[in-house]
């Protein structure tokens, strides 16, 4: 079984701040991360993948991986009030019969106030 | 392209009841799942299908809980009977298959179920 730890939250910052959200996985093994945006409500949407160590940059997003620390993370920039919501990090299993299944953290909650 | 089509969108029933989900692929995706999103948690896979083959349904409580994919397209998940426990949003998401890349997938909106 794959673990992915995140840090609940709540995590709340202002309006134009950087936002950190971070999680952590058991199997060195894995490749391929994800982190996923959930508005209260409605399903997740995928935001950002990740499978080489270091930085991959989208707009206001960027991504970083460490394999050897077993750790991924997403940087929110210039952090808007739209940006509200429950962050989902996931892990894909990439081998076997169970290629694509995806494992995800409990999520961390964010809150943008203006 | 049309996204991952699913149906109810809730659904309320007391316990002991019996109830069915749909899900709609996008057209030529080999692969679906179903996920089970507990409010406060993240989503859990119950089965995954490859065509119209189970790959995976080590976490689906089978003394209750069926899924099945005729034809390798449509999907039906089914509760019978239903439990407190089993409220929850069901999730359907579907994709090609292939991994030459893992660019992760898209989930349909989802059926919110409710037992009383």
């Known amino acids: 079984q794959k673990e992915v730890e995140q840090n609940s939250g709540p995590l709340s910052v202002p309006e134009g701040a950087i936002a950190s959200l971070n999680c952590t996985y058991s199997?060195?093994?894995?490749?391929?991360f994800f982190w996923y945006r959930q508005y209260s409500g409605k399903s997740p949407e995928l935001i950002m993948f990740?499978?080489?160590?270091g930085d991959k940059e989208d707009g206001r997003f960027t991504a970083q991986l460490n394999k050897a620390s077993q750790y991924v993370s997403l940087l929110i920039r210039d952090s808007q009030p739209s940006d509200s919501a429950t962050y989902l990090c996931a892990l894909a299993a990439d081998r076997g019969s169970t290629l694509g299944r995806l494992y995800f953290g409990r999520g961390t909650q964010l809150t943008v106030w203006p | 392209e049309a996204g991952v089509a699913q149906s109810p969108r809730y659904k309320i029933i007391e316990k002991r009841q019996s109830v069915a989900f749909w899900c709609n692929p996008i057209s030529g995706h080999a692969t679906l799942y179903w996920y089970q999103q507990i409010l406060g948690q993240g989503p859990k896979l119950l089965i995954q299908f490859q065509n119209n083959g189970v790959v995976d349904d080590s976490q689906l409580p089978k003394d209750r809980f069926s899924a099945e994919r005729l034809k390798g397209v449509d999907s039906t998940l089914k509760i019978q009977p239903a439990k407190l426990e089993d409220s929850a949003v069901y999730l359907c998401?579907?994709?090609?298959?292939?991994?030459?890349?893992?660019?992760?997938?898209?989930f349909g909106s989802g059926t919110r179920l409710t037992v009383v």
């Open positions: 199997d060195r093994g894995s490749q391929s």
């Open positions: 990740i499978y080489s160590n």
């Open positions: 998401a579907s994709s090609l298959g292939d991994w030459e890349g893992n660019y992760g997938y898209t």
